[in-house]
């Protein structure tokens, strides 16, 4: 069996998919990172304002959001790089096998996440 010739758009097609994870890694550091921040401007305002009670999310759970963000993109930049490699190696070996778990695997995060934002967001009842 003789193997097929390398084709150059496979490997900038597994490159391009790689750039993309990595702007949505970066994408969720930077969203961690403004989750955080938001919830100190808001008690810096209510301070300068002399209103503690202003600040409408005052349960204090966005550090561990905005944290939890940015560790889902620290996650997903690592497993790009291991999946980019992997697809690397198989597309050389002729030996494609797609996996879907990076997929799945932030699509669980995010839902997490998601529902802790829609928690943390939800006026004091």
């Known amino acids: 069996m003789q193997k097929q010739k390398l084709n150059p758009t496979d490997h900038l097609a597994n490159e391009r998919t790689f750039l993309a ?12 990172f ?10 810096q305002i209510s ?11 005052s349960k ?20 790009a790089y291991i999946r980019y490699r992997i697809t690397e190696k198989q597309l050389i070996a002729d030996e494609y096998k797609p996996s879907y778990l990076l997929a799945v695997l932030v699509t669980v995060l995010i839902l997490v996440a998601g529902i802790a934002l829609v928690v ?5 009842s």
């Open 60 to 79: 204090g759970y966005s550090s561990e959001i905005g944290i939890f963000l940015v560790v889902i993109g620290i996650i997903m930049a690592v497993y």
């Open 21 to 32: 994870w990595i702007r949505t890694s970066i994408a969720m550091m930077g969203f961690g």
């Open 47 to 57: 301070l300068v304002l002399n209103r503690p009670g202003i600040a409408p999310a």
């Open 34 to 43: 403004v989750v955080v921040k938001f919830a100190l401007f808001v008690k």
């Open 120 to 124: 943390f967001l939800m006026p004091n």
